[in-house]
Protein backbone atom coordinates (compact mmCIF):
# COMPACT_ATOMS: atom_id res chain seq x y z
CA UNK A 1 0.00 0.00 0.00
CA UNK A 2 1.20 3.71 -0.49
CA UNK A 3 0.72 6.84 2.06
CA UNK A 4 -1.18 9.57 0.72
CA UNK A 5 2.07 11.50 0.87
CA UNK A 6 3.44 9.34 -1.90
CA UNK A 7 0.41 9.08 -3.36
CA UNK A 8 0.34 13.00 -4.34
CA UNK A 9 3.98 12.58 -6.01
CA UNK A 10 2.80 10.46 -8.19
CA UNK A 11 1.66 11.25 -12.01
CA UNK A 12 -1.99 10.97 -13.02
CA UNK A 13 -1.11 7.23 -15.12
CA UNK A 14 0.82 6.08 -12.00
CA UNK A 15 -2.04 6.11 -9.68
CA UNK A 16 -4.47 4.50 -11.96
CA UNK A 17 -2.41 2.01 -12.39
CA UNK A 18 -1.80 1.25 -8.79
CA UNK A 19 -5.80 1.73 -8.31
CA UNK A 20 -5.81 -1.08 -10.18
CA UNK A 21 -3.71 -3.48 -8.79
CA UNK A 22 -5.21 -2.72 -5.79
CA UNK A 23 -8.73 -3.50 -7.20
CA UNK A 24 -7.55 -6.30 -8.58
CA UNK A 25 -6.16 -7.93 -5.07
CA UNK A 26 -9.66 -7.20 -3.26
CA UNK A 27 -11.70 -8.39 -6.22
CA UNK A 28 -9.55 -11.81 -6.26
CA UNK A 29 -9.12 -12.06 -2.40
CA UNK A 30 -12.25 -14.25 -1.53
CA UNK A 31 -11.13 -16.22 -4.33
CA UNK A 32 -8.49 -17.22 -2.70
CA UNK A 33 -9.99 -17.42 0.73
CA UNK A 34 -12.43 -20.10 -0.53
CA UNK A 35 -15.14 -17.35 0.39
CA UNK A 36 -18.68 -18.12 -0.08
CA UNK A 37 -19.38 -13.91 -0.10
CA UNK A 38 -18.05 -12.35 -3.03
CA UNK A 39 -18.65 -8.29 -4.16
CA UNK A 40 -18.87 -8.80 -8.03
CA UNK A 41 -18.68 -5.12 -7.90
CA UNK A 42 -14.94 -4.44 -7.42
CA UNK A 43 -13.86 -5.00 -10.83
CA UNK A 44 -16.79 -2.93 -12.29
CA UNK A 45 -16.31 -0.39 -9.91
CA UNK A 46 -12.21 0.39 -11.09
CA UNK A 47 -13.42 0.07 -14.50
CA UNK A 48 -15.97 2.80 -14.38
CA UNK A 49 -12.99 5.15 -12.44
CA UNK A 50 -10.40 3.84 -15.66
CA UNK A 51 -13.10 4.76 -17.79
CA UNK A 52 -13.73 8.27 -15.81
CA UNK A 53 -9.83 8.92 -16.12
CA UNK A 54 -9.82 7.98 -19.83
CA UNK A 55 -12.74 10.37 -20.50
CA UNK A 56 -12.08 13.43 -18.18
CA UNK A 57 -8.12 13.32 -18.01
CA UNK A 58 -6.40 11.20 -21.08
CA UNK A 59 -8.95 11.85 -23.84
CA UNK A 60 -11.20 14.96 -22.84
CA UNK A 61 -12.18 15.17 -26.18
CA UNK A 62 -12.85 12.33 -27.66
CA UNK A 63 -15.44 10.03 -27.93
CA UNK A 64 -15.08 6.60 -25.92
CA UNK A 65 -16.08 3.00 -27.27
CA UNK A 66 -16.09 0.36 -24.63
CA UNK A 67 -16.16 -3.20 -25.40
CA UNK A 68 -17.36 -5.28 -22.86
CA UNK A 69 -19.83 -7.82 -21.63
CA UNK A 70 -23.85 -7.68 -22.08
CA UNK A 71 -23.45 -8.04 -17.87
CA UNK A 72 -20.91 -5.30 -17.61
CA UNK A 73 -22.24 -2.28 -19.77
CA UNK A 74 -26.58 -2.94 -19.00
CA UNK A 75 -27.81 0.20 -17.64
CA UNK A 76 -29.65 -0.33 -14.33
CA UNK A 77 -34.07 0.12 -14.84
CA UNK A 78 -34.31 1.93 -11.51
CA UNK A 79 -32.76 4.86 -10.68
CA UNK A 80 -35.15 6.70 -8.33
CA UNK A 81 -32.86 5.45 -5.66
CA UNK A 82 -29.25 6.30 -4.75
CA UNK A 83 -27.68 2.39 -5.26
CA UNK A 84 -24.06 3.41 -4.24
CA UNK A 85 -24.15 1.12 -1.33
CA UNK A 86 -25.12 -1.69 -3.07
CA UNK A 87 -23.12 -3.72 -5.83
CA UNK A 88 -22.73 -1.85 -8.98
CA UNK A 89 -21.92 -3.39 -12.27
CA UNK A 90 -20.01 -0.71 -14.94
CA UNK A 91 -23.32 -0.14 -17.21
CA UNK A 92 -24.86 1.20 -13.69
CA UNK A 93 -22.63 3.64 -12.82
CA UNK A 94 -22.25 5.02 -16.83
CA UNK A 95 -26.28 5.17 -17.09
CA UNK A 96 -26.26 6.79 -13.94
CA UNK A 97 -26.06 10.75 -14.39
CA UNK A 98 -25.42 11.23 -10.66
CA UNK A 99 -21.83 8.84 -11.34
CA UNK A 100 -21.40 9.83 -14.96
CA UNK A 101 -21.89 13.46 -16.69
CA UNK A 102 -21.21 12.40 -20.22
CA UNK A 103 -23.91 10.91 -22.83
CA UNK A 104 -23.89 7.10 -22.46
CA UNK A 105 -25.46 4.70 -25.58
CA UNK A 106 -25.80 0.98 -24.83
CA UNK A 107 -25.36 -1.31 -27.27
CA UNK A 108 -26.48 -5.01 -26.25
CA UNK A 109 -25.86 -8.23 -28.14
CA UNK A 110 -27.93 -11.17 -28.85
CA UNK A 111 -28.34 -14.53 -31.08
CA UNK A 112 -30.25 -17.52 -31.92
CA UNK A 113 -27.35 -19.34 -31.58
CA UNK A 114 -24.38 -19.00 -29.57
CA UNK A 115 -21.02 -20.99 -27.98
CA UNK A 116 -19.61 -19.00 -25.36
CA UNK A 117 -15.72 -20.25 -24.91
CA UNK A 118 -13.47 -17.63 -22.88
CA UNK A 119 -9.97 -16.71 -24.02
CA UNK A 120 -7.99 -17.53 -20.92
CA UNK A 121 -10.33 -20.65 -19.98
CA UNK A 122 -10.73 -22.83 -23.71
CA UNK A 123 -11.93 -25.64 -21.85
CA UNK A 124 -14.79 -24.01 -20.23
CA UNK A 125 -17.74 -23.61 -22.81
CA UNK A 126 -20.97 -21.92 -22.21
CA UNK A 127 -24.05 -22.94 -24.73
CA UNK A 128 -26.54 -20.29 -24.79
CA UNK A 129 -30.15 -21.34 -24.31
CA UNK A 130 -32.76 -21.62 -27.67
CA UNK A 131 -34.53 -18.39 -27.51
CA UNK A 132 -38.01 -19.21 -26.73
CA UNK A 133 -41.25 -19.22 -28.87
CA UNK A 134 -42.19 -15.86 -28.48
CA UNK A 135 -38.78 -13.30 -28.14
CA UNK A 136 -37.14 -10.64 -29.40
CA UNK A 137 -34.48 -13.31 -31.21
CA UNK A 138 -37.52 -14.96 -32.94
CA UNK A 139 -39.52 -11.91 -33.67
CA UNK A 140 -36.70 -11.44 -36.33
CA UNK A 141 -37.33 -12.86 -40.00
CA UNK A 142 -35.25 -16.20 -40.28
CA UNK A 143 -33.25 -15.01 -43.27
CA UNK A 144 -31.44 -12.12 -41.22
CA UNK A 145 -28.57 -12.83 -39.75
CA UNK A 146 -28.17 -9.42 -38.50
CA UNK A 147 -29.96 -7.23 -37.33
CA UNK A 148 -29.54 -3.73 -35.47
CA UNK A 149 -32.01 -1.90 -33.63
CA UNK A 150 -32.49 1.28 -31.63
CA UNK A 151 -35.19 1.88 -29.16
CA UNK A 152 -34.48 5.89 -28.78
CA UNK A 153 -37.83 6.54 -30.20
CA UNK A 154 -39.69 3.91 -28.66
CA UNK A 155 -38.19 4.97 -25.50
CA UNK A 156 -39.62 8.28 -25.53
CA UNK A 157 -42.68 7.61 -26.87
CA UNK A 158 -43.39 4.46 -24.01
CA UNK A 159 -44.56 6.05 -20.62
CA UNK A 160 -43.80 2.60 -19.23
CA UNK A 161 -41.68 0.09 -19.55
CA UNK A 162 -42.76 -3.27 -20.54
CA UNK A 163 -40.79 -6.68 -20.38
CA UNK A 164 -40.21 -8.90 -23.02
CA UNK A 165 -38.26 -12.00 -23.61
CA UNK A 166 -34.61 -11.52 -24.83
CA UNK A 167 -31.14 -13.22 -24.11
CA UNK A 168 -29.89 -9.93 -23.22
CA UNK A 169 -27.73 -11.14 -20.42
CA UNK A 170 -27.57 -9.60 -16.76
CA UNK A 171 -25.55 -10.04 -14.63
CA UNK A 172 -26.84 -13.26 -13.15
CA UNK A 173 -28.51 -14.47 -15.73
CA UNK A 174 -26.27 -14.49 -18.68
CA UNK A 175 -27.48 -16.73 -21.90
CA UNK A 176 -30.72 -17.13 -20.60
CA UNK A 177 -33.97 -16.27 -22.07
CA UNK A 178 -35.30 -13.79 -19.41
CA UNK A 179 -38.78 -11.36 -19.57
CA UNK A 180 -37.16 -7.67 -18.68
CA UNK A 181 -38.06 -4.41 -20.10
CA UNK A 182 -34.95 -4.96 -22.35
CA UNK A 183 -35.46 -1.66 -23.99
CA UNK A 184 -34.39 0.31 -21.04
CA UNK A 185 -31.44 -1.73 -20.37
CA UNK A 186 -29.66 -1.11 -23.52
CA UNK A 187 -29.99 2.33 -26.19
CA UNK A 188 -30.05 -0.28 -28.90
CA UNK A 189 -29.14 -4.30 -29.90
CA UNK A 190 -27.11 -5.96 -32.31
CA UNK A 191 -28.36 -9.40 -33.28
CA UNK A 192 -26.03 -11.66 -34.92
CA UNK A 193 -27.75 -15.26 -35.80
CA UNK A 194 -24.96 -17.65 -34.88
CA UNK A 195 -21.95 -16.24 -32.46
CA UNK A 196 -19.32 -18.87 -32.18
CA UNK A 197 -16.89 -18.67 -29.25
CA UNK A 198 -13.13 -18.51 -29.35
CA UNK A 199 -10.93 -21.07 -30.56
CA UNK A 200 -7.43 -21.97 -29.85
CA UNK A 201 -5.02 -21.50 -32.44
CA UNK A 202 -1.21 -23.00 -32.44
CA UNK A 203 1.40 -20.42 -31.79
CA UNK A 204 3.83 -19.06 -34.41
Not at 103 to 132: C, H, K, M, N, Q
Not at 135 to 164: C, G, R
Request: glycine fraction near 2%; include cysteine; hydrophobic fraction near 35%.
Amino acid sequence: LYSSQKKKQLTSDEKVLIDNILAAYKNILPYLLKEQRRNFSIRDTQMFENIMWLANEKYPSEKIIIWAHNAHIVKRIDQTNNRADTENMLGHLLGDPQYNPHSYYALGFTSAEATSVWTTRPDYTTIAEEPVKNSFENWLPKHWNYAFIDWTDLNQKMKFPVSFSMKGSLPMSQHRNQSYPWQKAYNGVFFIRKIEGCKTISAF
